[in-house]
């Protein structure tokens, strides 16, 4: 399998960072720990040095405050991105985010906006353990006035970053942990997507399409070229799952036939089942086969010794491509 090096995630969202703190004035950071630490994954490091406490702010270990003073900071017209240390703590954020943040400005009438970012990392694959390694971004995504964003690689953090601070309503980042510090990636397809917010095909195919999204799109990539002498495996990798881009999903479907949905979130009212609906209600005539899931099952994330049992792996996404193209 091909390798390609690139610059890590999180020295990618750093670099963003600072750039969009440069170019703006409004901009600000606020989260636990991400000024004199330089955060849980030191992804905000040397920025508070750079930029100052007032840019940069340690927040109290409270993320419904975190929430609560980014909704009144966008509000006044600046442009606050947050840091929630861990997936698995952002629950008590919920209610800012729902009943507030995506809600004043259908609640104004459109008068005020709330350019507002949320970056949480996410995922297993590390060792950690509940609450430290969960996949929820299915939670947001079905809230209206909420846009969901999963990159894979610094370049689409990058986009997604400069995009999420002019769109005026909330936007939720989740950023893989596992990817943070990973240099090496499977080779990816050059084309760029259509917009900021569509799909990317990062490896084109004709017999099957795997859609998919963050961390996992890795080990997707490493099964499609490892069946390539079998199999012709095309990946689309989602970016945004809210709003979903079907377009680039079904046209896809119409050239490969067979769709494989793969995600990291539980399988049970997931990403995925959305997009098997979606595809089965207006792309039924393209399909060959029917839809497939892969992803691990409704349950709590497991103690780290045993998470490999429950994330979906490399071996996992060959066999099912096999199944479906047998």
């Not at 610059?7 to 000024?35: C, F, H, K, Q």
């Not at 993320?63 to 900071?73: L, N």
């Not at 442009?79 to 209610?95: H, K, L, M, R, T």
């Not at 990062?202 to 998919?212: E, F, K």
Request: aromatic share 4%.
């Amino acid at each position: 399998m091909t390798t390609v090096q690139s610059t890590s995630l999180a020295d990618r969202i750093n670099t963003t960072l600072a750039d969009l703190l440069e170019e703006d004035p409004r901009v600000l950071l606020l989260g636990e720990d991400i000024g004199r630490l330089g955060g849980v994954f030191r992804v905000t490091r040397g920025l508070r040095e750079r930029f100052g406490a007032d840019r940069v702010r340690d927040s109290l270990l409270a993320e419904s405050s975190i929430i609560g003073q980014a909704v009144g900071m966008a509000m006044s017209g600046l442009v606050p991105v947050c840091e929630i240390q861990f997936d698995g703590f952002s629950y008590p954020a919920v209610n800012q985010l729902v009943t507030q943040a995506a809600r004043i400005g259908d609640r104004c009438n459109g008068q005020v906006t709330v350019n507002l970012v949320v970056r949480i990392p996410t995922g297993g694959g590390f060792r950690g353990v509940e609450h430290h390694s969960e996949s929820n971004d299915a939670l947001f995504a079905r809230v209206p006035g909420i846009s969901v964003a999963c990159p894979s690689t610094g370049e689409d953090a990058a986009q997604i970053l400069r995009h999420a601070v002019t769109l005026g309503s909330p936007v939720v980042m989740y950023e893989p942990i596992r990817l943070y510090w990973r240099r090496d990636t499977p080779a990816r397809a050059p084309e760029p997507a259509r917009s900021p917010t569509a799909a990317r095909v990062v490896r084109r195919g004709t017999d099957l399409t795997v859609a998919t999204y963050g961390a996992i799109s890795h080990e997707v990539l490493q099964a499609a070229h490892a069946l390539s002498a079998e199999v012709d495996v095309e990946v689309v990798d989602l970016r945004w799952v809210a709003p979903l881009d079907l377009d680039t999903v079904l046209e896809s479907v119409a050239r490969t036939g067979r769709l494989l949905i793969v995600h990291e979130g539980s399988k049970d009212v997931g990403i995925g089942a959305e997009v098997a609906a979606a595809v089965a209600e207006h792309g039924f005539d393209s399909l060959r086969a029917p839809i497939r899931r892969l992803a691990p099952a409704r349950r709590g994330y497991p103690p780290a010794d045993f998470e490999a049992e429950y994330l979906i792996g490399v071996q996992d996404i060959k066999d099912e491509v096999l199944v479906m193209t047998r």
